[in-house]
């Protein structure tokens, strides 16, 4: 409670701090709008950092007992060293991101925006395709030095990077054509539903985007992650019969087992399900097959059918189809107020504006159903170790899971408030306790 008080102290701080820099800066279009925003912007930054000390005042020299075995000292050492350079790296980023939005509102950067795309066209999707991309690019461009500092520096020095500089701007180039495509067709249908229907714009892009949202989830592994990454069946031998006979015992049918070549950008170690019907298929990374034992891979696709039994993915797809629609629906109350528009700095009232607008004045919202949903996904994970211990064995999982930790430099004791608000995966104590249970 004393933190939330000081987070609201501060905000009403920042909140007085922007008004005084619109009473003194004549250009700029002052509105409750704008104030919202800024305040919004200014709340979430403050947060991020309190969470962020909270998080790295919790150092151990001694971890709990069944975590003793996961770091040797020297190995400890050099994950709180990961923990602190990566802190200080988000402290630097997240400033320099509060700095430049706050500038670019006050200025207004996106009115400048708006007004280039406009004097291209003048046709309402195509403005706001222009005006998207050239917010995305010039973010992109502007975050590039630190992710390059990040990849290069950071995860060279304690051994993760394996990406090149080719791979790293290719995958750039890749991650804009994707942007592009996806999220650009996907606007363009919002603004063109709701330039043909005006009130009932939401329903039409509900449908649009819940048919989106269910064919990636099919398609993801089949068409998106081949732009990345190699993806070959996994070969016949000692693994693979490991893995059918366990598949068999539970009566999961699953024909596509796949090896990713994560070793071409890190050293860091996954798995994952994805796909639904017959496009379902478990994937994993090289890396994990290198650094643990048969029975431990196992067990870590027992965790992952575990998902597919107890329908996670379905309930997941179900939350996510209900939320967009939520979201729509009042999107579309917003759309007639042209004073969103305005408190970013445009000259006309435009849909683009009012999306970029909403979605910050919504993000508040989007929070606190994002810890709902952390909550969700920390039970389905607990539910998935269950239904691993019960069907397989609960020592292979925990060794899995201690080795990688511990490959992976990850942070063992981190602040309750830290997980409640980030972690989507319980920590790695709760889970062996419940396993052990």
């Not at 005006?131 to 690019?137: D, H, K, S």
């Not at 009232?349 to 919504?362: D, E, N, Q, R, T």
């Not at 408030?417 to 104590?429: E, G, K």
Request: proline share 3%; net charge positive; aromatic share 14%.
């Amino acid at each position: 409670m004393q933190i939330l008080a000081v987070i609201s102290h501060i905000s009403l701080f920042i909140t007085g701090f922007f008004k005084g820099i619109i009473e003194h800066h004549e250009t700029c279009r002052y509105n409750a709008p704008f104030i919202l925003i800024m305040s919004i912007i200014g709340f979430n930054f403050i947060l991020e950092r309190v969470l962020t000390i909270l998080n790295s005042r919790k150092i151990s020299t001694a971890l709990p007992n069944e975590l003793s075995d996961v770091y040797d000292s020297e190995q400890y050492s050099k994950s709180q060293q990961y923990k602190k350079v990566n802190e200080r790296f988000s402290l630097i980023t997240s400033t320099f991101s509060f700095i430049l939005i706050v500038l670019m509102l006050t200025f207004h950067v996106f009115g400048y925006f708006d007004q280039i795309a406009r004097s291209v066209t003048s046709h309402p999707i195509l403005v706001a395709m222009l005006f998207f991309g050239m917010i995305m690019l010039a973010s992109d461009i502007l975050n590039t030095p630190f992710a390059l500092y990040d990849t290069f520096i950071i995860e060279e020095k304690f051994g993760f990077n394996k990406t090149t500089l080719k791979t790293f701007f290719l995958d750039k180039i890749k991650g804009w054509l994707i942007a592009g495509i996806l999220g650009g067709g996907v606007t363009a249908l919002i603004i063109w539903f709701y330039l043909m229907t005006e009130e009932m714009f939401w329903v039409y892009a509900w449908i649009a985007v819940t048919a989106v949202m269910i064919f990636i989830t099919m398609f993801y592994s089949t068409l998106i992650v081949p732009l990345f990454n190699k993806q070959t069946p996994l070969e016949d031998g000692p693994l693979r019969q490991a893995i059918q006979e366990f598949c068999k015992k539970v009566d999961f049918k699953l024909d596509n087992i796949y090896v990713i070549d994560g070793s071409k950008r890190s050293t860091k170690s996954n798995a994952y399900f994805t796909g639904l019907g017959p496009e379902k298929r478990i994937v994993l990374y090289d890396t994990l097959i290198e650094d643990l034992e048969i029975d431990e891979i196992v067990a870590v696709l027992a965790h992952e059918i575990g998902h597919y039994k107890k329908k996670h993915s379905l309930t997941n797809i179900l939350i996510g189809v209900i939320q967009t629609g939520i979201t729509l629906y009042i999107f579309s109350l917003f759309t007639v107020n042209p004073m969103l528009s305005w408190a970013l700095g445009a000259k006309v009232h435009s849909i683009h504006m009012v999306i970029l607008a909403f979605g910050v004045i919504y993000s508040p919202i989007t929070t606190v159903v994002g810890l709902g949903l952390n909550i969700l996904s920390r039970t389905h994970e607990f539910q998935a170790d269950r239904y691993t211990k019960n069907n397989y064995d609960a020592g292979p999982l925990i060794s899995a899971l201690k080795k990688l930790s511990s490959k992976n430099l990850s942070n063992l004791t981190p602040h309750p408030a830290y997980v409640f608000f980030h972690y989507s995966h319980p920590t790695l104590l709760q889970r062996i306790r419940t396993l052990n249970k």
